[in-house]
């Protein structure tokens, strides 16, 4: 059984500034939690271009390198694993709603193991945490 994990907030900035900023792989540390390093490794973003994200996770350092698998600004961007321990592919989907904008970040995850008993528990504590990350993103782009 996979884990689909989500959250959405609006942001009161047009939609092509926060696809900016969300979209910003050198970024992503600003507001997503446990990232040490990140960036494209390739020169620029669209389909196929490779990313890396060295995490902190508890007492390990992980290098959760991947690959765009769309890339439609400023509407969407979808991302899938190709190292890492969790094999977890997701994206980000950006609306506008007037001068603001509403953004979805989620994620799919098959989890393997004795993680599989804990699908429920990794939901939630997954949910939280990307409230947590928009809740930042929002006053990042918002005071900008």
């Known amino acids: 059984m996979g884990v689909h994990t989500e959250a959405e907030i609006v942001v009161d900035r047009p939609i092509g500034e926060v696809f ?12 997503r939690k446990g990232i040490r390093d990140a960036g494209l490794v390739d020169p620029d973003p669209g389909v196929g271009a490779r990313y890396t994200w060295v995490v902190k996770f508890g007492w390990q350092t ?7 698998t769309e890339w439609d600004p400023p509407a969407r961007f979808r991302w899938k694993p190709t190292a890492g321990p969790f094999p977890v592919a997701g994206g980000m989907d950006f609306v506008a709603e007037g001068t603001a904008t509403r953004v979805r970040t989620f994620s799919n995850s098959e989890p393997t193991g004795l993680m599989k008993m804990l699908t429920g528990v990794m939901k939630r504590i997954g949910e939280r945490q990307y409230r947590q990350e928009l809740a930042t993103l929002k006053q990042l782009v918002e005071g900008a």
């Open 20 to 31: 900016e900023v969300a979209s910003d792989f050198g970024r992503a540390g600003e507001w």
């Open 62 to 68: 992980m290098d959760l390198g991947g690959q765009l």
